[in-house]
C-alpha cells in the first residue's frame, strides 16, 4: 500500500497525518509553537521554532503511524496565510521573526501606497484592495529596517520556503499564496510588474509560480529524512496555502460549494464558474487551481483564535482539569457554554480582537463583550464568544451570497469537532451544515496534492471521490432561530456603534 504526508503549518500550530492511498488516516502528530507580540497590534513568529516543531510532528507522525517508511511515496505541506520568509543571497534567513499575517503595523504605510494606485484599480489587477492582506509589510521593512532589507535576496511565503526545506530543487509557491502577496495578476495568475513595483519587489526575489495542483518539485534528501522521517527519495509535491487545501479536502470545488473554515482566522470560501467582481472590493477573487474555475474568498482575522484567547486569559481550571482526564479543554469550554442558552443571556461578544477584517474593514477594532451584569456567568461569556465568531462568519456570507449563489455549505476547523458549534452553525446561518469525517482538511488536502502529484490520484476528481467524505449533517432547530436572530440584531448593531470610536 503506497502512504501520503499532508503537513499542515497553521499560525498557533502544526499537524502532521499519514494517510493511505484511499485517504484513510494511519496516524497524525500535532505541535503547538508560540507567537509574540512585542507592540500594539504586532505579532511575530520564529521560523525556526515553527520549522522544528514541523519536523519534529512530522517524525513522530511516520513513527505513529507503524508503516514501512519507504511506503511513503510523497509529501506536500499546507501553510498559513502569507507570513514572509526573507533569505540573503545564500539563502539564509535574514530576519529570525517572522511577521506574522494577524500584524497591522503595515496600516501607516497605506497612505503612499493609495497615492500611487486606487483601491479600485489594484482590486481590477489582483483580485483585491490594497492591503487586503499585509503585504504592505514590505513597505514597512524597506522605511524601518533598512539595514535588514538590503540583505534581502528572496522573498519567501511558508510555502516555497518549506518546500525547499524538504529538499525542492528551487523556490516553488501555489497560485493561491502567490494572491495573498498582492502582486499577481488575478486572471493569468503571474507575477504583475505594476503590483509588483508598489511593494518595491521584483521578479528574481520571488517564487516561481506553480499551476499544476501537485507538481514535483524535488525528494527528500538523506539529511532531511533523518530529520524528518521522510524516506530518501520521497517526492516533493507543491500544496497550498491552507484555504485551499481544506477547500480540496472538503470536496469544496464545484460551483455553489461554500467552505467555512473556523480555525485562526474565520474563512469563507465560496465556489464559482464565473467571474464576478464585488463592488465594494471586500471580496477577494482568485483562480481555483486546477479546476478552471474561481473562489470567492473573505475572512475574519480572528476566530477560534479568540476562542484560544478565552482559553488562556479566564480558563485555566479547565485546561488543568483536562489535563487530568485526558480532554481537549476546548470540549470542556464549549460543554460550558451549552448551559448559557441562544442570545447568551443578554451579552454579546465582538470577536475581532486583532483589527477586523470583513464587512467593516478597521485594523484598530478591538475585541469587546457587552452587556454583563451582576447574574452573567462564566457560561454567558464563552456561548457569546461563540456567537460572535459565528455572527462574523454570517456577516461574510451575506456579502458573498449578493455574487453568487451559496447551494452547500460545509465547515471544518476547530469548530468542526463540536457539535454544539456546529448546530449553531446551522441555526444561525438557516441552512443545513456538513462536517467530513477528518475535520482536520489542511493536511488531507496537502496529502491529495502529494497523490496528484505521485501519480497515485489521477486527478483531483479521483482524489475527492476516494478521500472525501462526509460525516455529519446539522439541520437548523426553528426554535433557536428568533433568539439568535435577535442576537445578530444586537451584535450588528455594537459592531456599527463601536466601529465610529476607532
Not at 513568529?45 to 510532528?57: R, T
Not at 470545488?253 to 467571474?275: E, H, W
Amino acid at each position: 500500500m503506497k502512504y501520503l504526508v499532508g503537513i499542515d503549518e497553521g499560525t498557533t500550530g502544526c499537524k502532521v497525518a499519514v494517510y493511505d492511498h484511499d485517504g484513510n488516516l494511519a496516524s497524525i502528530s500535532a505541535r503547538e509553537y508560540p507567537s509574540y507580540y512585542p507592540r500594539e497590534g504586532w505579532v511575530e513568529q520564529n521560523i525556526f521554532e515553527i520549522q522544528k516543531n514541523v519536523f519534529d510532528a512530522c517524525r513522530e507522525a511516520i513513527e505513529k503511524s507503524k508503516v514501512n517508511s519507504n511506503d511513503i511515496v510523497a509529501c506536500s505541506h499546507s501553510n498559513q496565510g502569507i507570513t514572509l520568509v526573507l533569505l540573503d543571497e545564500h539563502g539564509a534567513v535574514v530576519r529570525d521573526r517572522t511577521i506574522g499575517w494577524q500584524d497591522v503595523r503595515h496600516t501607516e504605510m497605506l497612505p503612499s501606497i493609495l497615492e500611487k494606485i486606487s483601491d479600485s484599480d489594484h482590486y481590477k489587477i489582483a483580485g483585491m484592495g490594497v492591503a487586503a492582506y499585509n503585504t504592505a509589510i514590505l513597505n514597512w521593512l524597506q522605511k524601518y529596517e533598512p539595514e535588514t532589507w538590503a540583505k534581502v535576496a528572496r522573498c519567501c511565503s511558508h510555502q516555497d520556503y518549506f518546500l525547499h526545506q524538504y529538499g525542492a530543487d528551487g523556490y516553488f509557491t501555489d497560485e493561491g499564496c502567490a494572491n495573498f502577496l498582492s502582486m499577481c495578476d488575478v486572471e493569468t495568475a503571474e507575477w504583475d510588474d505594476r503590483l509588483m513595483a508598489l511593494y518595491g519587489m521584483d521578479r528574481s526575489r520571488l517564487p516561481i509560480i506553480s499551476h499544476k495542483p501537485g507538481q514535483v518539485v524535488g525528494t527528500v534528501s538523506k539529511k532531511v529524512s533523518e530529520l524528518t522521517g521522510l524516506p530518501s527519495g520521497c517526492k516533493i509535491c507543491v500544496g497550498g496555502l491552507d484555504t485551499n487545501c481544506s477547500a480540496l479536502g472538503a470536496g469544496v470545488v464545484n460551483d455553489g460549494d461554500n467552505l467555512l473554515i473556523v480555525g485562526t482566522a474565520g474563512v469563507s470560501i465560496l465556489v464559482s464558474d464565473k467571474f464576478v467582481s464585488d463592488p465594494d472590493g471586500r471580496v477577494t477573487v482568485r483562480g481555483n487551481p486546477g479546476l478552471n474555475n474561481w473562489q470567492l474568498y473573505i475572512m475574519t482575522n480572528t476566530a477560534a483564535s479568540a476562542f484560544r484567547w478565552f482559553r488562556d486569559a479566564l480558563c485555566s481550571l479547565e485546561v488543568s482539569v483536562s489535563h487530568l482526564m485526558g480532554e481537549d479543554p476546548y470540549n470542556i469550554m464549549t460543554q460550558i457554554a451549552v448551559n448559557s442558552k441562544p442570545g447568551a443571556n443578554g451579552v454579546t461578544a465582538l470577536a475581532c480582537l486583532q483589527g477586523s477584517h470583513g464587512r467593516r474593514k478597521n485594523e484598530k477594532a478591538r475585541g469587546t463583550i457587552l452587556g454583563i451584569s451582576l447574574g452573567t456567568s462564566k457560561a454567558d461569556i464563552a456561548q457569546a464568544i461563540l456567537e460572535g465568531i459565528t455572527f462574523e462568519i454570517r456577516d461574510l456570507l451575506d456579502m458573498q451570497s449578493k455574487m453568487a449563489e451559496i447551494k452547500k455549505i460545509r465547515l471544518c476547523g476547530g469548530a468542526a469537532k463540536s457539535s454544539a458549534w456546529c448546530q449553531m452553525f446551522a441555526d444561525i446561518l438557516h441552512t443545513k451544515v456538513e462536517t467530513t469525517v477528518n475535520p482536520e482538511l489542511g493536511g488531507l488536502g496537502a496529502a491529495m496534492c502529494a497523490g496528484i502529484g505521485a501519480g497515485v490520484f489521477r486527478d483531483i476528481n479521483d482524489a475527492i471521490g476516494k478521500c472525501v467524505k462526509i460525516d455529519k449533517s446539522y439541520l437548523p432547530d426553528e426554535k433557536n432561530i428568533e433568539a439568535y436572530d435577535n442576537a445578530y440584531s444586537r451584535w450588528n448593531n455594537a459592531y456599527e456603534t463601536l466601529n465610529k470610536f476607532y
